[in-house]
């Protein structure tokens, strides 16, 4: 009896996480204003291979995966008859749903750092007659929406009315397209590569990077642990967020040559201008400017101490290593040139070799 017991509870265990780990969203049939509704939705055939909007994190931070209730099928053709009903004069049309999702990642803008949430939706509007499909309309749309870093709880919750803005914006495309005879097919509204300059269906993602940098220069050694955070990009330049804190040790020999007994940096390096560019996927060349601010403890051959502010310019170029796109391991190097107001040098070069984690 104690062996079916635990049965019990395991498969009870889990159902239930599998339940929890999926959501189902239901379309709110409201209706927008159509001016010249000459078609209604007779069928929605739903091609997609994944049946399921996306893998998401709801405010709590767990992942769940959110479906559409009912299926696709069912709630697109819903959603369209409050709309569009079907009349004595209207042509039945039927709908191919070639791709239907909803997406959230970070970006870079002017402000600073914010959250962007996405429903992207790619249509085609078909006529059926005799047994055979004719295309007439063929459309991809995004919708996107701004939302600060902590505000979570309304990021998930307006995914709904994103799926409803993108579905209503192809439904106004087609009634606008209407074709007027078998020969008439009106362009599509996006091609059918989804080439269109400026389109992406997909949002760029955001990348984590914590890493330890191992410094070693013509007059210092040292440490840093950084943070970095981009928005990956098959083209053009990438601007991440860059801080780092760490120490510097002036090599024993350089201090005592310029009458110290030791010197010990310790310094932020905020990067004012920093670049990423990505040759190929996990591979990126990085190039920085930076201002080292801080203060390097002294001691003088006679034991006396002192403390001086640092400032000052540096550079570096390099490369970063992120082979594994979700989560795992960063490698890079980079190459060195500082100038800073410090008593025991002002110039320096050198390499920066990089090691931590993506995520």
């Given at each position: 009896?104690?062996?079916?017991?635990?049965l019990?509870?395991?498969?009870?265990?889990?159902?239930?996480?599998?339940?929890?780990?999926?959501?189902?969203?239901?379309?709110?049939?409201?209706?927008?204003?159509?001016?010249?509704?000459?078609?209604?939705?007779?069928?929605?055939?739903?091609?997609?291979?994944?049946?399921?909007?996306?893998?998401?994190?709801?405010?709590?931070g767990?992942?769940?995966?959110?479906?559409l209730?009912?299926?696709?099928?069912?709630?697109?053709?819903?959603?369209?008859?409050?709309?569009l009903?079907?009349?004595?004069?209207?042509?039945?049309i039927?709908?191919?749903?070639?791709?239907?999702?909803?997406?959230?990642?970070?970006?870079?803008?002017?402000?600073?750092?914010?959250?962007?949430?996405?429903?992207?939706?790619?249509?085609?509007?078909?006529?059926e007659s005799?047994?055979?499909?004719?295309?007439?309309?063929?459309?991809?749309?995004?919708?996107?929406?701004?939302f600060?870093l902590?505000?979570?709880?309304?990021?998930?919750?307006?995914?709904?009315?994103?799926?409803?803005?993108?579905?209503?914006y192809?439904?106004?495309?087609?009634?606008?397209?209407?074709?007027?005879?078998?020969?008439?097919?009106?362009?599509?509204?996006f091609?059918?590569?989804?080439?269109?300059?400026?389109?992406?269906?997909r949002?760029?993602?955001?990348?984590?990077?914590?890493?330890?940098?191992?410094?070693?220069?013509?007059?210092?050694?040292?440490?840093?642990?950084?943070?970095?955070?981009?928005?990956?990009?098959k083209?053009?330049?990438?601007?991440?967020?860059?801080?780092s804190?760490?120490?510097?040790?002036?090599?024993?020999?350089?201090?005592?040559?310029?009458?110290?007994?030791?010197?010990?940096?310790?310094?932020?390096?905020?990067r004012?201008?920093?670049?990423?560019?990505r040759?190929?996927?996990?591979?990126?060349?990085?190039?920085s400017?930076?201002?080292?601010?801080g203060?390097?403890?002294?001691?003088?051959?006679d034991?006396?101490?002192?403390?001086?502010?640092?400032?000052?310019?540096g550079?570096?170029?390099?490369?970063?290593?992120?082979?594994?796109?979700?989560?795992?391991?960063?490698?890079?190097a980079?190459?060195?040139?500082?100038?800073?107001?410090s008593r025991?040098?002002?110039?320096?070069?050198?390499f920066?070799?990089?090691?931590?984690?993506?995520?």
């Amino acid at each position: 009896m104690m062996k079916y017991s635990h049965l019990f509870f395991l498969i009870f265990f889990l159902v239930h996480f599998k339940t929890m780990a999926q959501q189902n969203l239901s379309l709110k049939t409201v209706p927008f204003e159509v001016n010249d509704p000459w078609f209604y939705v007779d069928k929605v055939i739903d091609s997609r291979k994944e049946q399921y909007l996306g893998k998401l994190k709801d405010p709590e931070g767990y992942e769940v995966k959110l479906r559409l209730h009912g299926g696709a099928s069912k709630a697109v053709r819903e959603f369209a008859d409050i709309s569009l009903p079907r009349q004595e004069t209207s042509q039945g049309i039927t709908i191919k749903i070639k791709a239907l999702n909803i997406q959230d990642s970070r970006r870079r803008m002017n402000e600073g750092v914010v959250a962007i949430a996405r429903a992207h939706v790619e249509l085609i509007f078909l006529e059926e007659s005799g047994g055979e499909s004719r295309e007439l309309f063929h459309i991809k749309h995004n919708e996107d929406q701004v939302f600060g870093l902590d505000d979570t709880e309304s990021l998930f919750n307006t995914h709904e009315r994103r799926v409803r803005a993108a579905l209503e914006y192809c439904l106004l495309a087609f009634v606008d397209n209407r074709p007027r005879d078998k020969n008439d097919i009106q362009p599509i509204h996006f091609p059918k590569d989804g080439s269109v300059p400026g389109f992406s269906s997909r949002l760029d993602r955001w990348i984590n990077l914590v890493t330890v940098q191992v410094i070693n220069t013509t007059y210092h050694e040292g440490w840093s642990v950084g943070y970095t955070g981009f928005v990956d990009r098959k083209k053009g330049l990438i601007r991440p967020y860059e801080l780092s804190i760490g120490q510097e040790n002036v090599k024993p020999g350089e201090a005592r040559d310029r009458g110290y007994e030791s010197a010990i940096l310790r310094t932020i390096r905020p990067r004012f201008y920093y670049l990423y560019k990505r040759i190929i996927p996990g591979l990126y060349a990085a190039f920085s400017l930076s201002m080292p601010l801080g203060y390097e403890e002294l001691e003088d051959v006679d034991g006396d101490d002192s403390i001086n502010f640092i400032i000052g310019a540096g550079a570096s170029q390099g490369i970063r290593i992120i082979p594994w796109e979700k989560t795992g391991v960063v490698i890079g190097a980079d190459f060195l040139q500082q100038f800073q107001t410090s008593r025991v040098y002002r110039r320096d070069i050198g390499f920066e070799l990089v090691f931590g984690i993506n995520f």
